[in-house]
C-alpha cells in the first residue's frame, strides 16, 4: 500500500469511528453550522464532541503546521480528508473567519509570536474573528478607509467605525484594516491590526437584513486601545495583508453553496414538488433551467480544479480568485432561484415549522449578499479585466 | 486536471503545425476557389505524417492509440486555426466507430486506412434539420438501407459510408460504398464553408458491423467531446483576437478597452472560454478513463462549448464594430464555424436535454 493509500485508510477507520451519528446529517439551515468561540452555545453533545476530536487531530485547519495547532497535512493528505468526510456526509467540525481568512494571513505575514499566540485558539475553536474592512464611505473603494490608530508610544489608539461586520456582536476578536499614516497616500497609510472585541470603547449594533436575520453590524471604535505587537506585517503595509486574505475570502465564497442546498441536487427536489410526466420533470422551462445551471457549475469546477492544480502548492491562486468568486456567486444566486421556483408557494412560507422558519425564502435571499460580500461581482470583473487580461485604465 | 508532458508535448507540436499549415486563410482560399475536394489536402498529409490521422487508431492497426485528450488536443489547435480536414469525419468518428463496434475483417480493411490517410470516412446519422439519434427514420430490412441523411460531414469525398439506421428496435451503425446504386450523394456547401451532404439510400445493400450500437454510441460520444474541445479552442482565438483589438482601436481619444462596458463583457468571456475548455479536457479524460459519469460530462461539455463558442463568435463580431462585419476580415469565419460546430451531433439545448435524463429528471 502506498503512503497515501494507508492515510486514506488510516482516515476512514478515524472518522468511522470518532464521527458521531449527527454530524454526518446535512445541515438543515446555516444555523446547524458550528461557529465555536467564547460565546458558543453547542447545539448538542455531539457537536461538542465532534469539534473536539477533530481539533485534537489538528483537522480542524488539515494544512496548517502542527506547531501552530494545525493538521501538517499535505496537499495529497487534505483532499483525501476531504474526500473521507464527504463520502460519510461528515460536517464541517468548526469554522470560521479564524480558518478562511485570518489564519492564511497570519501564516504568511504574521510574526512567530502572532502565530503562536493566535493560531492554536482558532485550531481549537476557541476564538471566533470577525473582520473589519469595509465602512460606511468605503466599500468596493475599500483603501479609502478613514478609521485611525494614533501611536501612543506603547500603544495604538483606535477611532472610527466599520460596518457590513459580519457576525461582530458575536465574534471574540477582530482584524481590523486602520490608516496609521493619514499623510501617505491612500494604499500607503494602513495597518492590519488585531483586537479583543472585549476592550473597552469597542460597541455593535447589529442591522436587520432582507432575509429578516441580522448576521452584521455596525461596528464603532471609541478611544479602543490597541497593543502594539498586535500589528500583522509592517506597519503602514497593512494592504498588501488585506488583499492576501481577500483572495482567500474570495476563493472560499466562491466554493460549495452554503446553507440548505449544500449538498443537495435540484433535479430530485424539484421532482418532488413539481412533479414527473414520462419520467420528466412536469415543467420544461424548469427543467432546462436546472440542467443548464448543472452544465455551467460543472464547467466551473472543472475550471476550479485546473485553476487549483497549477497554482504552485501553498501559493494561493492570485487574481485568478476573482474569476472563482465571480462564477462561484452568480452560480450560487442562479441556484437558490431555482430552488425557489421549484418550491413555488411552500419556498415563500416565511415562519411556518413545515419550512422551519421560512428557511428557503431566507436563503434565497441570504444568497444575493454573495455577490456583494468580498467584493462585488462589478469589482471582480475590474480585477479579471486590469489583472489577468491586461485592459489598460481609462 | 493538467496535462502530463507527452500531452503537452503533442498540443505544442500541433499548435505549430496548425499555424503553419493549416492557417484560416486557407479556408478562405478553399471558399473562394470552390475547391472540389473542400478541404486541405497538404495539410491533412502533413497530418498522416505527423501521425495525427491515427491518434485514436490502435497500434496494432498502425495508429498511435494516443486517446481521446489526444485528439482534442488536435481538435483545439483546428478550433483555433479553423484549419480543414477530414480530421473529425475520419479520424475521430469513422475511428471511433470502427474501433468500438468493427468486426475484426472490418477493423483490418478499415483502421490502417485511416491512419495512413488512404481513406475518408464519413457518418450519416441526422436524418432531419435537428440531430435525433433516439428517433432514427433510415431502415435496413434484409440486409438494405433507404433513407435521407443530412449534415454528413465530408459525405461527398468518403470512401466509405457510416450509416446509422433502425433495424427492428434496435439503431445501429452500417457500413455503406458510397458508389453503390441506389446511393445519390449532394455536396452541401455549409455556412462555415466546411463539406456537408446530403445522402439518399434507395435500397442499398448496407454491411452489418460486429456490434452497430455500441459503434453508433462510441462515435456520438467521441465526436461531441472532440466537438467541445473544438468548439472551446475557436472560442478562444475569436476571444483573444478580441482582446487584441481592445487594446488597439481608438475611439473618443482613449482605447476602447478602456470602456468598462467592454472590459467587463471581455472578463466574461475569458471565463467562459476558461469554463469550457476546462470541461471539455476532463470530458475527453473521463471517456480514456471510462469514467461512469462519461456520458454526462461529455454532452455538459458539448452542450456548454456550443454556447460559449457562438457567444464568442457573438461577441467578437459585436467588439469590432463594422469591421467584424466585413467578409474581408477573418473574425466572421469565427462565429459561422460556431453556429455549424454547435449544430453538428447535437445543440446545446439537445445536449442539455439528454443530459438532464441521464441524471434523473
Ligand atoms: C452578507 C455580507 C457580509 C459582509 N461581511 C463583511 C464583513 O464581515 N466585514 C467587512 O468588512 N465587510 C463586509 N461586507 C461588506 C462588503 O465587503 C461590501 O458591502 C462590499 O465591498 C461593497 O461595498 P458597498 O456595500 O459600500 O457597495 P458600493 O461600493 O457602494 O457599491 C454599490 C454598487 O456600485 C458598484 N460599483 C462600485 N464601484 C464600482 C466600480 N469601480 N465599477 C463598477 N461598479 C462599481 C458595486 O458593484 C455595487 O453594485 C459584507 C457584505 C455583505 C453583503
Not at chain 1, 473536539?52 to 501552530?68: F, I
Not at chain 2, 478562405?28 to 476557389?33: F, K, M, P
Not at chain 2, 498529409?45 to 486517446?67: R, Y
Not at chain 2, 470530458?283 to 455538459?300: G, I, P, R, S, Y
Amino acid at each position: 500500500m502506498s503512503d497515501l493509500e494507508q492515510f486514506r485508510a488510516e482516515t476512514r477507520a478515524w472518522l468511522d469511528a470518532n464521527c458521531p451519528e449527527e454530524m454526518r446529517q446535512p445541515l438543515k439551515s446555516q444555523a446547524d453550522h458550528c461557529w465555536g468561540g467564547r460565546k458558543w452555545q453547542f447545539q448538542s453533545e455531539a457537536q461538542k464532541v465532534w469539534m473536539e476530536r477533530m481539533a485534537e487531530k489538528g483537522w480542524t485547519a488539515p494544512q496548517w503546521p502542527k506547531e501552530y495547532g494545525g493538521g501538517g497535512l499535505s496537499q495529497e493528505q487534505a483532499e483525501i480528508l476531504a474526500e473521507e468526510m464527504k463520502r460519510i456526509n461528515a460536517r464541517t467540525p468548526v469554522s470560521n473567519f479564524g480558518f478562511w481568512m485570518l489564519g492564511p494571513a497570519l501564516l504568511k505575514f504574521g510574526s512567530e509570536e502572532l502565530k503562536r499566540e493566535h493560531l492554536p485558539p482558532i485550531c481549537r475553536g476557541e476564538i471566533r474573528w470577525c473582520q473589519g474592512y469595509s465602512e460606511p464611505n468605503a466599500g468596493s473603494d475599500l483603501a479609502s478607509l478613514q478609521t485611525r490608530a494614533e501611536d501612543k508610544g506603547d500603544h495604538f489608539v483606535v477611532n472610527g467605525q466599520k460596518i457590513w461586520t459580519s457576525y461582530a456582536d458575536k465574534a471574540d476578536w477582530i482584524f481590523c484594516l486602520v490608516r496609521t499614516d493619514p499623510q501617505a497616500t491612500k494604499h500607503n497609510g494602513i495597518s492590519f491590526v488585531l483586537f479583543d472585541m472585549e476592550n473597552e470603547g469597542v460597541s455593535t449594533r447589529p442591522i436587520e437584513l432582507i432575509s429578516g436575520e441580522s448576521p452584521f453590524c455596525e461596528t464603532f471604535f471609541d478611544d479602543v486601545k490597541v497593543d502594539k505587537h498586535q500589528v500583522v506585517g509592517e506597519l503602514n503595509r497593512g494592504w498588501d495583508v488585506a488583499k492576501y486574505l481577500l483572495t482567500h475570502e474570495r476563493n472560499n465564497i466562491g466554493g460549495e453553496p452554503p446553507g440548505f442546498l449544500k449538498g443537495r441536487a435540484l433535479g430530485p427536489l424539484a421532482a418532488e414538488y413539481v412533479g414527473t410526466e414520462h419520467g420528466k420533470l412536469a415543467d420544461a422551462g424548469l427543467r432546462a433551467d436546472i440542467a443548464n445551471l448543472e452544465i455551467d457549475h460543472m464547467a466551473f469546477q472543472a475550471l476550479v480544479g485546473k485553476i487549483r492544480a497549477e497554482a504552485e502548492a501553498g501559493q494561493g491562486v492570485g487574481a485568478q480568485s476573482a474569476v472563482l468568486k465571480y462564477y462561484g456567486t452568480e452560480l450560487n444566486k442562479r441556484r437558490y432561484e431555482l430552488m425557489m421556483d421549484a418550491l413555488g408557494s411552500e419556498g415563500l412560507e416565511w415562519d411556518s415549522e413545515r419550512t422551519l422558519g421560512g428557511l428557503f425564502a431566507r436563503e434565497w435571499l441570504r444568497s444575493k449578499g454573495n455577490s456583494i460580500e468580498g467584493g462585488t461581482s462589478e469589482v471582480m470583473l475590474g480585477i479579471v479585466s486590469k489583472r489577468l487580461l491586461g485592459l489598460p485604465d481609462a | 486536471m493538467k496535462l502530463n508532458d507527452e500531452q503537452q508535448m503533442l498540443q505544442d507540436s500541433v499548435a505549430r503545425l496548425m499555424a503553419d499549415k493549416g492557417p484560416v486563410s486557407h479556408l478562405r482560399q478553399l471558399r473562394d476557389e470552390h475547391n472540389d475536394k473542400g478541404y486541405d489536402e497538404p495539410l491533412w498529409q502533413a497530418m498522416v505524417e505527423a501521425g495525427l490521422t491515427g491518434i485514436l487508431v490502435p497500434e496494432e492497426h498502425g495508429g498511435i492509440g494516443f486517446g481521446l485528450v489526444g485528439a482534442g488536443l488536435v481538435a483545439r489547435e483546428i478550433g483555433r486555426n479553423l484549419s480543414v480536414t477530414p480530421f473529425l469525419s475520419t479520424a475521430v468518428l469513422g475511428a471511433a466507430a470502427l474501433s468500438a463496434g468493427g468486426s475484426d475483417e472490418q477493423k483490418a480493411k478499415w483502421l490502417p486506412a485511416i491512419a495512413e490517410g488512404t481513406s475518408i470516412i464519413a457518418l450519416a446519422v441526422d436524418d432531419g434539420a435537428k440531430h435525433r439519434p433516439e428517433r432514427l427514420r433510415a431502415r435496413v430490412e434484409g440486409g438494405t438501407l433507404s433513407g435521407e441523411k443530412r449534415l454528413v460531414l465530408d459525405g461527398h469525398v468518403a470512401d466509405l459510408l457510416l450509416v446509422a439506421a433502425g433495424e427492428g428496435d434496435q439503431a445501429a451503425l452500417y457500413l455503406v460504398d458510397p458508389k453503390a446504386d441506389g446511393v445519390t450523394i449532394e455536396r452541401t456547401v455549409m455556412a462555415d464553408s466546411r463539406n456537408a451532404a446530403r445522402v439518399r439510400f434507395d435500397q442499398v445493400p448496407a454491411e452489418a458491423m460486429a456490434d452497430g450500437a455500441a459503434a453508433l454510441a462510441a462515435a456520438l460520444r467521441a465526436g461531441r467531446a472532440v466537438l467541445a474541445a473544438e468548439l472551446s479552442g475557436l472560442a478562444l482565438e475569436a476571444f483573444e483576437r478580441t482582446l487584441g483589438y481592445l487594446k488597439e482601436r481608438k475611439q473618443f481619444g482613449r482605447l476602447i478597452g478602456t470602456f468598462q462596458a467592454l472590459q467587463h463583457r471581455a472578463a466574461q468571456l475569458s471565463g467562459e472560454v476558461a469554463m469550457s475548455e476546462a470541461l471539455a479536457l476532463q470530458a475527453l479524460n473521463a471517456c480514456d478513463q471510462d469514467a461512469e459519469d462519461a456520458d454526462q460530462q461529455v454532452l455538459a461539455a458539448k452542450a456548454k462549448a456550443s454556447r460559449v463558442a457562438l457567444l464568442a463568435g457573438q461577441e467578437a463580431v459585436q467588439m469590432h464594430g463594422g469591421i467584424g462585419m466585413t467578409d474581408e476580415f477573418d473574425i466572421g469565419f469565427f462565429l459561422k464555424r460556431a453556429r455549424a460546430g454547435g449544430e453538428t451531433l447535437g445543440d446545446a439545448n439537445y445536449c442539455a436535454d439528454r443530459f438532464a435524463a441521464l441524471r434523473g429528471y
